[in-house]
Structure formats: structure tokens, C-alpha cells
């Protein structure tokens, strides 16, 4: 079987007058997978969303869904949307919500099925008008996956959720990638998407400027943390060669430094007292901090 | 890889039909649509037309329904199209469902549909109300009629709430609905009918879409409109399309493609849809200024006389054409050859007062070149009456004779010595007080001359009908009258 992308941007640009919100973005969606993708705001996320979904045409470049056009009713009846701010009708009951959204697909779930896989039957039979911001969400993501999508396109499907809401919703994205469904997902919690990308696409300034695993993602940034207890002075350390910076955290220090190892032998060697030493890697956050700034940088310069 | 996704038409067919009934559903359970919208032509005609109009006569009941009808079929076209839409533009639904497989333009579908059952709801409603509670005399026809005319009427007031919902506010659509329901029904002639309205006001009418859906709801209860019915139609399709075509170009320029296909790139419109984008303006634009200075032409005018010229009586305009031009002959009846028909008009015919619920009642016969006229005058109403009565140019409302050329109505009489009056109905106002003069009738032959110039209550343009008769003491009459004559 051919692996065509399920999703494809081609070096797509689109202005709004004199802002460029994509600037030439290529970026694939393969089956299976679970895309984060990553970057702050008026990075171009949501227009290439949006340019994938049908709802606007690139100025250059080509979009495709299953290789189709995004217009196309029959790309779109392959996949399942949940958006970041939709008011739906509050007179309308989730499950008649759930059973309309499914009229539009060829074979959906039934909606009891999406109301039981998500836990929903207290709230199937209230107005949509009655449901805490939280069930909102839990609804419209029902929705989205209430037409038995290959590919689902979520948009901060958490935000407003409580913790145990969110877990649960996890587990259910991790079971539907399990089951060969595809996810892109964008979202502001980076913990999000450590915990469920299978790929990380990080954008800003409607680029893409890193893409990969989540590992290689944080191994893009060589930047770890020397945490430990020492009588060394913060402002000496601070000018030693591969140190950037220096904070002091209750007596404990925090060493930042592209260089851990020689560092590491350097403070050994100056404190043989030093005591409770951690070495950490940047996390996801960290790398996208790192990442995103040096790219504006560059931008700048 | 495609054959997994095709959709049956049978799916395809129900979720349309899903959408039309979740809509339906939707605003059902939407007081602040349902109730308004549903009630208040309800409530509006038992006020106007049952408890304040019924004593006006079942010809003026007729026009009150299908006015007030009309006031109903608007709100679901207007409120169902420009709130809502309005609103789901502005707070992301439109977006949404816009990237959701929706089948192509079942958006729109559902909302008309929606609104052509409210109108079926709503003319119902109305339509029992007229017959069981206001019991103005309505055929099957008739309903039947009523009921096409404000199912199909809603579907301008949708476009005009389509253009509304795709330029407006969610904040600002519900107030600008409102004005333009409301003044628009008022300028033409649903609250008010259009003759107590300004002259200006009058000649403006025909602008506005309820004005031609009003007429047409006139027609469908068999009273006179102006206008022929194909110019309303006319003037109806014409602001349909420009309000759609506008509502589709603005929405499209937002990358809303509430019809399905596809847009181009970056949201330029491509020269060919450009160009017929303006075609359909141009077209419409065409057809309803087509349709309207139709309409106006008649109101302005149009001789009255023929099956299809404006005349209503109530509904008319003061600006109302004048009657037909009145032929040259001065000698009106001499009944010398025994008969009571005129040389023009609906002759001579003897009545009383039974058909507004008097008990007087009187004949007639030609009798040696004169025509007699007895019976009984009763007392069961106030202001009774029997007598013979001359239509010059026809006995329906608003069918009107121009006399302006004619300056003196003679006859001569003879009779049981009571007083006598003529009367003369004219004008656009059935319930006016006619202008009347009295006259005995003595045992003798008299001459009686009655000098129009005199009579301030006479529109001379517009002669409905010359009658002859007593106005009481009760009890039984007996006059004749012979060799009538206006010149």
C-alpha cells in the first residue's frame, strides 16, 4: 500500500495583507501517527488548520486530504473536527448534537457508543446550554469522533478540562492511535504533548523549524540543568568557560550549561563536598522555549 | 480507498433531512423565536380582526387576515435567517459546520425550511382563527390560496434575512431586524391599510416585498389588489435573488460556501463567477424594478374596470386611480320598455338591511314606465334601511364610476308621503357616512334635482353606488321614481 500523507501541505503561503501567517509550510500527517503540532501564538498553526480543513486556500503552495482536494465532501467525511471556540445551539441535547454531526458521515458510530466510550450518559439528555465548560469540550470532542474518522484534527482539546477529564480523554487519544486512527493535535500544554506525540512539529512565523519525536526533539537542544549543594560561590561559578547561567534555588544551585560534562568535572574537582547532583535534560518545554527564540533571533538578525 | 467513504444517497437524502429537523427542533425550543413569532400574528388578529373588526363587515375581515397573515409569514424568514446566522457567524458555528461534511447547501435548506413550516404553522393558526373565531367567509379555494401564497412568501423575507445575518453583528442583528420588520409592515399597509396613510407613504409602497406579498394575499382571498398578480410575483423573485446574490458574494468573500462547491485560491473570486455574481444583481435588480413600477403603475394610473386593475375599496390608496370615465349619456333609467336595467352598470336592485343584521327589506317591479318600490323598513338595527340601489360600475367593492363630468342627478317621484333619501356611496372607504339628501313623495309626480357640486361628502371620481330609499320611520313604504338622469 502506497503511503500517500492523509494530510499534506506543499509549500503552502498565505498573507493577510502584510502578514505573512505561512511562509512556504510543508508538513505531512502519515496514518497512524499522533502530531503535535507546537508553536506560539500567530505562529501559523491555525491557518494551516484551517487550509487543511477546506476553510481557506493557500496564496501558493497546495494543500491535499487523502489526497483529495480539502473541499471535497469526501475527504472531509474521513475526518472528525473539534475546534477551539464553537458555540453550539444551547437547546440542543448532546446526544441530538452527536446523532446530527454523524448524519453527515458514511458509517459513524452510534452515538450511545461515543456517549458510553466517553463517559457521557449523565449529561447525553441536557441542554448543550446547561453542561460546564468542561462537558462542552468533552461533547464537541464526541462530536468530532462521532463519524468514525481516520483522521482527527483536535484544536486545545483539553483546555477547561479538570485533571481526571483530561486523563481520561488521553487515554482515549492514545487508544484511538492504537486502534490506526490519526491525530493532529494542537495545544499549549507541551505536557500534552509529551505524553501523547508520536511527532512533534514545532512552527513559528509560518514555518516549520523542528520536526521529529519527542526525543529528538529535546536532544535538539544540548542545553541540560546541574542541580546541587556546594560552599562554591553562584557569581564564580558563573564565569566559568560553558556556563550560562547561574541561579540560586534555596541553597541549591541550578547550573545551566551546554557543556554538563566539562562542567561537571570542573566543579567536582573545585568542591569535592558538592553534594546531591542532579543532571537534568531540557524538557519539551524547554526545548520549545529554546527553539522558538532562536528562531525569531535569526529572524532578526 | 475512496469506495469506504462513498455515502449512499439514502444517507445523504437523511441527513438532510436531520438537519431540517433538528433546525425545526432547534427553534422550536427557542422561546424568544417560537413565541413572537408564533403568537403575535395570532394575537394581533384577534385584536384587530375579531374583537375590534368584526362589526366592519366580512369584505374588511377578508383584508384584516391576509394583512395580518402576511405581518406572520415575515418574522420566520427574517429572525430564523438574519439572527441566526448572524450569530453563528460571529461565534464560530458557521466555521464549524462549514468544516464539517455537511451535505452541500443543507445549511441553507434546513433554515428554509424551517421558516416555510413556521409560515404553515402560522397561516394555520390564522386561518381557524378567521373561520371559527372571527367567521369570516373563506372557500376551501380561498384557503388553499392563503395557505400557498404565505408558505411559498416566506422564502424573500429568508434572503432578506440571509443578507441581514451575513453583514450584521450577532449584537446588532436582532435590533436590525426589528427595524426593518417593523416599519416595513407598517409602510405597507399590514397594521394600517395603506389609504390612511400619507399620500407619500402610498406612492412608496411598492419598495417594499411585503407590500407585493400582501397584494397577492389579498388576491388569494378574492379581494381586489393592485397591480396584476404577475408583477408581485415579479417584484418577489427579483428581491429573492438580489438579497440572495448579495448574502452569497459577502459570505463567499469570508470563504463561506453555504452552497458546497469549492472556492479558488485565496479567496479571489474568479472572473467567471464574478460575472455572473453581477448578472444575477443585474437580473434581479431588473425583475423587481420590472415588478414594481408594474405594481405602481396600476396604483397611479390604471383605469379601474377591468378584472385585474387596482380598486380595492379599504385597501386602496387615496391616490387610488379614478373610477371608469363615465359614458356620454345623461338618460340613466326611463323604464319605459319595462325594465330596470340601465344603459351601463348593474341596473337597478331592489335590498334592505338584512346583511348587516336588519330586518328591513323591500321589492321592486316596473309598473307602467315606472319603477315601484315597497316594502318594510324594521327596527332591529340601528340606521336601517330598504330601497333600491344603482352600481354604475359593478356591485363588487371598490369598483368605481367617474362622474366628475356630471354636475346634477334628476328624477322625478311620487309616493306615500314619507321622507326619502339618496344616498351616494363613494370613495375608498366602505364605512364612510355617504353624502345624502332627502326628498318626499307626495301623491303627485315632483322633480326632484340634486346639485353634485353641493354634496362635500361626493367623491365624484369614485361612484360606487346611487341609492334610493328609506331610512325609517319603520313600518311599510311604497315610492316610484321614473326618467333618472345625471348630466
Redesign the interface.
Known sequence: MSQTPLARLTGAVKKYGSLTALDGLDLAVDRGELLALLGPNGAGKSTAISILLGLQRPDAGSAALFGEDPQSLDARRRIGIMMQEVMLSPVMRARELLLQVASYYPSPYDPAHVIDRLNLGAIAERPYGKLSGGQKRQVQFGMALVGRPELLFLDEPTVGLDVQSREALWKVLRDLVHEGCSIVLTTHYLEEAEALANRVAVMTRGKLVAGGTVEEIRAHVSRKTISCRTRLDAAQIRTWPGVQAVGDDNGRLQIVTREAESVLYRLLAADTDVRDIEVKRAGLAEAFTEITAASTSEKLQ | ??T?????TG?IL??YA??IR?EL??ML??PAFALPTLLFPAMFYLIFGVLIGAKNGPAEGLGTFARLTVFGTMAPGLFGFGVSLA??RE???L??K???????GSYLLARMVMAMMFAAIISTLMILLAVFAAHVPMTAGQIAQTFLVQVLGVLPFCALGLMVGAYASGQAAPALVNLIYIPMSFLSGLWVPLQFLPKFLQQLAPVWPSFHLSQLALGAVGRDQFGATSSHVLALLGVTLLCFTIAMRKLGSG?M?LL?G??????TVSFARRVGGLAAIAVSIALFVAGVSGGTAKVVAAPAGTSETASAATDAAASLPAGVPAPADTALSDFDHGSDRTPYGEGWHAGGDETRGGNSHATQKVVDGALVVSGTVGDAIAYPFAGTVFFPSGYEPGRFMDYSGKHTLSFRARGDGHQYTVAFLSGVQVDAIPAMVTFTAGSDWTDVKIDLDSLAALDRQRVHGIVIGSLGPPGDFRFEIDDVELR
Open positions: 480507498m475512496s469506504t467513504t462513498a455515502m449512499s444517507r437523511a441527513a436531520t438537519d433538528f427542533t432547534k425550543r427557542t450569530f453563528e461565534y464560530g458555528t466555521i464549524y462549514q468544516a464539517l461534511p455537511m451535505p452541500h470563504g460556501r458546497g469549492k472556492s479558488t485560491s485565496g479567496g
